[in-house]
């Protein structure tokens, strides 16, 4: 059985940072896409960022050079950092993962996810 376990959210400050980890059991995905979303009360979830084998990147406008996504396959984990945090950065953050392959900011290509974890930004 696949799990997703994300860690790290909280309460920060604006300007603050945070790094999210998100450790995947139950199989590898060494050469797939896995990613974050999140979704902030009232809205709909929304793409944040990806990452998929060999070293693609991909983000959502509203985080660019703010977040960085990375991995260690070696643990069969994505990390997401995240600088300069605004109060719109609040949401619930969700890890996701995919059995395709190939860079995806679609929701419905990723199988797996998380449970999430809560990101608040104070002002």
């Known amino acids: 059985q696949v799990q997703l376990a994300e860690s790290g959210g909280g309460l920060v400050q604006a300007g603050d940072s945070l790094r999210l980890s998100c450790a995947a059991s139950?199989?590898?995905?060494?050469?797939?896409?896995m990613g974050w979303f999140r979704q902030a009360p009232g809205k709909e979830r929304e793409f944040v960022a990806a990452?998929?084998?060999?070293?693609?990147?991909l983000y959502a406008d509203s985080v660019k050079g703010r977040f960085t996504i990375s991995r260690d396959n070696t643990k069969n984990t994505v990390y997401l950092q995240m600088n300069s945090l605004k109060p719109e950065d609040t949401a619930v953050y969700y890890c996701?993962?995919?059995?395709?392959?190939?860079?995806?900011?679609?929701?419905?290509?990723?199988?797996?996810w998380g449970q999430g974890t809560q990101v608040t930004v104070s002002s």
């Open positions: 139950g199989r590898t995905f060494g050469r797939n896409p």
């Open positions: 990452d998929s084998w060999p070293g693609n990147t």
């Open positions: 996701a993962a995919s059995g395709r392959v190939g860079i995806s900011s679609i929701n419905s290509e990723y199988g797996y």
